[in-house]
């Protein structure tokens, strides 16, 4: 009796003695780690015993027992190697004590054998942004959206995660094309419009790193983009309107430069567009004017044909005369001839022939180009005085017949002298000379049509 007496004593000194050293926590009412996600028991593994173990050691946990909580959730695993929310629960533990090795080893354990496990998808995001491994952490965030998308905090780090990404792409981007390594740009703009599809200056900023690499069609269609998304962006809509006018097409052009100049006025703009009609107006031209320009020497016919077209508005501004003609009949500039000839700047001669096929010096462009500048100045005080102006020309004293005119032509810079100060009477004219001529006296008026 005495021996049995002395064993029971034994045995619930034990007892006492292990309940004293095993003392189970409570339910956490103030957990110490709120934003880890409880190891929850999905329905399909509900009833196994494990599922006790689980809680216990996530109470040990939240509790600051990080002994206990390793000593619980081992003993599950030892029993259920698969029982995935003990993985779980062992990942956030391990993060606690900054193991991050050991916590991402858990969580990916987890997710290997449940892919939709979010408390082990948040685990692994959390520990992968601790590792500084933001695109890893945004997908696992995002992978966890994808199971519950009602987690509203979580969707807030995904956004700002997404956003430091893309800041990130679009400076790699950046550097790239300002280094030169635009294959390397156009990459990175990619990647970044995969994750803001709706941001018009990508767009914008890829269909320059584009047109750089001499990629015109794909140019235009990022700028075309950009425009979509933001119908006020000015500048994309100019880099469309330079390309499309590099390509001749000019209708397309010139609607999208109005489209920015109603966006953005600018005198730039309109100076395009006013390029643009002429281009439009040379367009529909005879190819004998349009032929000019190119032409080694140019005849009376082709430079009447030149000043008509270009000064048109300048030739209406002048009081008409009568002349007579001979030899004008079925040329093909015969009505700008007789335009020009009215108006006084290229006179017939004096047998009323007007020889529309012989050779033009610089002599006499330099007569039509003073006769010219006489018509301007009649609404233009500023330019009187070319008209008295007496510069000194090497190869044409004061004497010379057509001194007077060259001597305006040069004075208004409308045909600079050449080396040595000469003027160089008797050289034909080639068209590119004449075109830029008339030209110089275009600017002179300054507002011609």
Not at 40 to 53: D, N, S
Not at 88 to 98: E, L
Not at 221 to 241: I, M, W, Y
Not at 345 to 369: S, W
Request: net charge neutral; glycine share 8%.
């Amino acid at each position: 009796m005495r021996r049995r007496r002395l064993a029971l004593v034994v045995l619930m000194t034990t007892l006492a003695g292990a309940c004293a050293t095993r003392v189970i926590p409570p339910a956490p009412t103030g957990a110490q780690y709120p934003e880890f996600m409880y190891p929850v028991v999905p329905r399909e593994l509900a009833g196994a015993g494990e599922a006790a173990g689980v809680d216990l050691g996530w109470r040990y946990l939240q509790g600051g027992d990080l002994a206990g909580a390793d000593r619980e959730l081992a003993a599950v695993l030892k029993r259920a190697p698969g029982f995935y929310p003990a993985h779980a629960a062992s990942g956030y533990v391990a993060f606690v004590r900054k193991d991050y090795g050991q916590a991402l080893a858990a969580f990916e354990a987890a997710v290997t054998m449940a892919p939709t496990y979010l408390p082990a998808l948040v685990g692994r995001g959390q520990t992968l942004l601790t590792l500084e491994r933001d695109e890893a952490a945004l997908e696992a965030f995002e992978a966890a959206l994808a199971v519950d998308p009602s987690l509203f905090d979580l969707r807030q780090r995904v956004d700002v995660l997404r956003f430091g990404r893309l800041q990130a792409i679009i400076e790699s981007a950046r550097t790239a094309a300002a280094a030169g390594r635009l294959d390397e740009a156009d990459q990175a703009y990619a990647r970044a419009l995969v994750a803001s599809p709706e941001t018009a200056f990508l767009y914008r900023e890829r269909g320059q790193v584009a047109r750089r690499r001499g990629d015109i069609p794909s140019a235009i269609e990022h700028f075309r983009n950009a425009v979509e998304h933001d119908p006020s962006d000015a500048v994309s809509l100019v880099q469309t309107a330079e390309l499309l006018e590099g390509q001749q097409d000019v209708a397309g052009a010139e609607a999208a430069y109005r489209r920015a100049a109603a966006v953005e006025p600018s005198a730039g703009i309109d100076a395009r567009l006013a390029a643009l009609a002429g281009r439009a107006r040379d367009a529909a031209l005879p190819a004998e004017v349009r032929a000019i320009e190119s032409a080694m020497s140019i005849t009376r016919g082709d430079l009447a044909a030149l000043i008509a077209v270009r000064l048109e508005s300048a030739l209406q501004a002048a009081p008409a005369r009568e002349v007579v003609m001979t030899d004008v009949g079925g040329h093909w500039a015969a009505a700008w001839i007789a335009r020009v000839a009215r108006a006084g700047v290229i006179e017939p001669f004096a047998n009323h022939t007007f020889q529309p096929r012989a050779a033009v010096t610089r002599a006499e462009l330099a007569g039509a180009v003073s006769r010219l500048v006489a018509l301007l100045a009649v609404t233009r005080p500023d330019l009187r005085p070319h008209l008295s102006a007496r510069p000194p020309i090497v190869d044409m004293p004061p004497a010379h017949l057509s001194y007077p005119a060259a001597a305006v032509a040069a004075s208004s810079g409308v045909m600079p002298l050449g080396d040595g100060d000469r003027f160089d009477p008797a050289r034909p004219v080639s068209g590119a000379e004449a075109a830029a001529a008339v030209a110089r006296v275009r600017a002179l008026a300054g507002d011609l049509p």
